[in-house]
């Protein structure tokens, strides 16, 4: 069993001993810091190379949406942390509701907090999280696996696929299995790590990376954004009614207390107050023109100003 196991990793690039690093117990501090900065620099050099596999994601993740589909996360140890993390920024940071984004890690929560390495030997466990959130053939699945080759991942790939979901396999090394079971591959090679098979570095910072990008651009093609700022967020702490106040100054060009003004009438939604100040028309105008332009403030600003120059020439 072993024999087998270890033939199998000594092929993974991310289990591949980093001949950079071979002295760095013996280093200073500093020394030590600079081989890890080092090794970093590569990670988003990595990532690049994949943009056009992490597009056809992102392509898929808004088809989803639209269609009322999930995008689901699953993976174990430090791959699992990630797609929570990943998920739980979703609402607070784009107004979406909980269950849009979903993320399952081998062991459940606990898993979350102390290591429950073995939960991820089992592919049966895979299948039965999903099943669990009742998956469905509108809902995207994205298994991570650093190496590749994690069964937990591979049982949910393979029913995900069954169920007719679109299916995306998250990797760092070209041979990974997890790939096989995936319609989309996203295989950044960032090589070897720091420390031998500490994944949970270079590997770790490439998957947050692309992690980072489906959510981000698939939430930007879903009306998100008003040029670079993020007018769906939830004003839920004061950190966060501070920073729509900046929102709506910086897109309107109001004074603080005009946008505090008009953020009171319009419950906190720094979109709708921006549309409210930019377009002249009271909350419930504003609210019906941008359901109308299905949430981009951008088009319904457009369509409002269209139809002023419309009623203008008659």
Request: aromatic share 4%; hydrophobic share 40%.
């Amino acid at each position: 069993m072993y024999r087998d196991l270890i033939q199998e990793l000594s092929r993974l690039t991310s289990e591949a001993s980093n001949p950079d690093t071979r002295d760095i117990d013996l280093l200073p501090t500093e020394a030590i810091l600079e081989k890890i900065n080092t090794a970093d620099r590569e990670v988003p050099l990595a990532v690049h190379r994949v943009l056009p596999q992490i597009a056809q994601a992102v392509d898929a993740i808004v088809d989803a949406f639209k269609k009322g589909g999930r995008l689901v996360y699953m993976g174990a140890g430090t791959s699992g942390r990630l797609g929570i993390l990943d998920a739980a920024e979703c609402p607070p940071t784009y107004g979406v509701e909980e269950g849009m984004v979903v993320a399952l890690i081998a062991g459940g929560e606990q898993a979350v907090y102390r290591a429950q390495e073995g939960a991820e030997d089992n592919p049966a466990l895979g299948e039965r999280d999903l099943k669990g959130i009742d998956l469905s053939s509108k809902d995207v699945v994205v298994g991570i696996a650093a190496s590749g080759r994690t069964p937990y991942v591979i049982g949910g790939l393979r029913y995900a696929r069954e169920t007719g979901c679109t299916t995306v396999a998250l990797s760092c090394n070209a041979t990974a299995a997890i790939a096989e079971e995936a319609d989309i591959k996203i295989l950044p090679q960032v090589g070897p790590e720091i420390l031998t098979g500490s994944t949970r570095m270079k590997a770790g910072t490439a998957q947050k990376l692309v992690l980072n990008m489906l959510t981000t651009a698939s939430m930007i093609r879903l009306g998100k954004s008003f040029y670079n700022l993020m007018v769906d967020v939830k004003a839920t702490n004061a950190k966060l009614r501070g920073r729509t106040r900046r929102i709506v100054m910086e897109a309107t060009g109001v004074s603080l207390e005009e946008a505090d003004r008009v953020l009171n009438q319009c419950d906190h939604n720094a979109k709708l107050a921006i549309m409210v100040i930019l377009s002249g028309l009271d909350s419930s105008a504003a609210e019906a023109a941008l359901e109308q332009a299905n949430g981009f403030l951008r088009l319904a600003l457009q369509q409002v100003e269209g139809s002023k120059r419309s009623v203008a020439k008659r």
